[in-house]
């Protein structure tokens, strides 16, 4: 596919070919005086020379050697290079989605292989085909949930990522779905079990919880999920960090699972696009949104890969389709199918255990720091950690900053008793000197004269 | 295939029949044959309340889902466990292969109901042969 704009001399033929004069005579039907009578007011055109210049300058503004404790929901992680190689071929990036599904057998079982990678890790029995990303997963979880048990109202903890939180209220705000908020204990981080039990009611359809959470810490899922079905609601889990199931159970007693898979192989690239999955149980197969590749035999006999279940997608059964998800990220879902594949069983979990190390040695090396402590001790975490200073994060965020040294996000910005704590994240690709040296900077307090 | 005369029928091609206050219901010939071969019936639970006209549950064949329509009022007291594994005996047998029980809470909506002829007549019309 070309992509060249069209000469005057085209586009006069054009006109002349549907009998008009000038281009403004296209938009006669929009009154005169809502039309632009100007060009657009921006910059004249460039080479090619130029717009590589441009870009290279814009590029060296970024900060490119530092090295980052930022987690909370997008996680760096290396990223072998077989995933870029594999993905720009043409027969995956020029068909990224399946509109003629069936003829793009590769494309098909890749998102087959994908599912089956996804349902064995969440511990479910059936993975779509991947959502947006983990928050919109989770939306269309609660949406789910609703179908199923013909019920309307949810129950969120506090401690699911606070933007996960905002998608979700948005999806349900026009929906006249209420939401209500179960808090945290003190101590651990933890859902508020008591509050929790007070919350949820015969009216429930989901709780939705996230493992490990916002602040690193491992819900007790098999309590959590008791005092939901005692209520006959369904419970949600959301996991935000993929690479934890190398180590953590799986929350095999959760009805829906919806998770942020971008620590799969995929890169960061400012914040998008990410990779959403939604697992369930089999006995909720026919309410998942989106789409689902299936294998089947030909009339020959061979392995073939379809769609299937499609009739309750939207472009059959419209205005009453499951859910108006049209499509999956199927080209991030096959980075994600790619690491998981070059990682293997083994190497998730050696992934899990490194990032669990690291993260444990950098909480212990920053509490020793004077006026540190950690938030949150009482309960198992994975690679992210709460740490409270008496100094202000600003103060010492700026000295890292000197030694090209990203630190933890203050939370004061989702949780205002939590301003000044900060949360803190360590993958395998920050080294032991970087650690250090983070100890270092931040216990180097300066003196008051 | 006949459509029995001590049935009752509905636009939307499902039929019904009355024995003691309780309505079978399920989907007719017509129906089933032009869904073609189903794979999945949604259905309500027993216990559930039920509106005249109003959508009851779907059943899912490989073209397509469609909704199924009560063509009466009442509580749902049984449904066909049977098609939770067989669903494609309403291919086979669509008159003598009930989706739900019914207990009518209003006995005159069966006399509203169309009686074997007229929907008969109302199929050809419809499909124009």
């Known amino acids: 596919m070309r992509y060249l704009p069209k000469s005057p001399a085209e586009r006069e033929q054009m006109l002349a070919a549907i009998g008009a004069h000038a281009i403004d005579e296209l938009f006669a039907s929009i009154p005169a005086v809502y039309r632009l009578q100007r060009d657009l ?3 004249r055109q ?70 089956t990678m996804i349902a064995e890790l969440t511990g479910m029995d059936v993975a779509n085909a991947s959502m947006y990303d983990g928050s919109t997963g989770a939306a269309e979880a609660v949406l789910m949930a609703a179908r ?70 491992i819900e007790d899922v098999a309590a959590i999920a008791e005092i939901a079905h005692r209520k ?31 620590s799969f192989g995929v890169a960061l690239s400012y914040g998008g696009p990410f990779c959403g999955v939604l697992a369930t149980k089999e006995q909720y197969l026919r309410q998942i949104p989106g789409r689902l590749a299936g294998q089947t035999v030909d009339a020959n006999g061979y392995r073939g890969f379809v769609l299937t279940l499609s009739t309750r997608e939207q472009h059959i059964r419209r205005e009453k389709a499951t859910s108006n998800i049209c499509t999956n990220q199927a080209l991030v879902a096959l980075m994600a199918t790619i690491f998981l594949t070059v990682y293997g069983k083994e190497g998730i979990r050696e992934l899990a255990e490194h990032n669990l190390a690291k993260a444990h040695y950098t909480a212990k090396a920053l509490a020793a720091a004077p006026g540190a402590k950690l938030l949150f ?33 203050d939370l004061g910005r989702w949780y205002p008793e939590l301003a000044g704590a900060t949360l803190w994240c360590t993958t395998e690709v920050v080294t032991r000197e970087q650690i250090d040296t983070a100890a270092k900077t931040l216990a180097a307090v300066p003196v008051e004269a | ?63 397509a889902v469609s909704d199924l329509y009560s063509p009466v009022s009442g509580e749902v007291v049984e449904v066909n466990e049977l098609l939770k594994t067989e669903p494609d005996k309403i291919n086979a047998a ?21 009686d074997a002829a007229a929907y008969e007549k109302f199929v050809t019309e419809e499909t124009g042969n």
Not at chain 1, 85 to 98: C, D, I, K, N, W
Not at chain 1, 158 to 187: I, K, Q
Not at chain 1, 243 to 261: F, Q, R, T, W
Request: charged share 20%; hydrophobic share 40%; proline share 4%.
């Open chain 1, 41 to 43: 007011d921006i910059p």
């Open chain 1, 46 to 115: 460039q080479a090619e020379s130029e717009i590589i210049g441009y870009f290279k300058a814009a590029g060296q503004k970024n900060a490119t050697d530092y090295a980052s404790f930022l987690g909370a929901g997008a996680y760096r992680h290396h990223r072998p290079v077989v995933i870029d190689a594999m993905v720009q071929r043409g027969e995956f990036l020029t068909s990224y989605t399946p509109y003629q599904a069936e003829i793009t057998q590769g494309t098909l079982q890749a998102i087959f292989e994908f599912q």
């Open chain 1, 148 to 217: 199923i048990t013909g019920r309307h109202k949810t129950v969120v903890a506090r401690s699911v990522h606070p933007e996960y939180r905002e998608v979700l209220a948005t999806y349900l705000r026009f929906r006249e779905m209420p939401v209500s908020e179960v808090g945290y204990v003190a101590a651990t981080g933890r859902v508020d079990l008591a509050a929790l039990e007070a919350a949820v009611t015969e009216e429930t359809a989901a709780v939705l919880i996230q493992s490990p959470n916002f602040f690193g810490t």
């Open chain 1, 232 to 262: 006959g609601a369904l419970l949600i889990v959301t996991i935000a960090e993929a690479v934890s199931l190398g180590v953590v159970k799986p929350p095999v007693e959760a009805d829906i699972v919806a998770m942020e898979a971008q």
């Open chain 1, 377 to 409: 001790e009482g309960a198992p975490r994975f690679h992210e950690f709460v740490l409270k200073t008496d100094e202000l994060p600003e103060a010492w965020q700026k000295r890292l900053f000197d030694e090209k040294i990203v630190g933890g996000v």
């Open chain 2, 1 to 63: 295939m006949a459509y029995p005369t001590n049935y009752r029928y509905t636009k939307e091609h499902e039929w019904i029949t009355v024995d003691g206050g309780v309505g079978t219901i399920g989907i007719t010939d017509y129906a089933q044959n032009s869904l073609g071969d189903i794979v999945y019936v949604d259905v309500p639970k027993v216990g559930d309340t039920l509106t005249a006209n109003q959508t009851f549950g779907s059943v899912e064949s490989v073209k």
């Open chain 2, 94 to 114: 669509p008159h003598d292969t009930f989706i739900i029980k019914v207990k009518l809470s209003d006995a005159a909506e069966w006399d509203a109901l169309l």
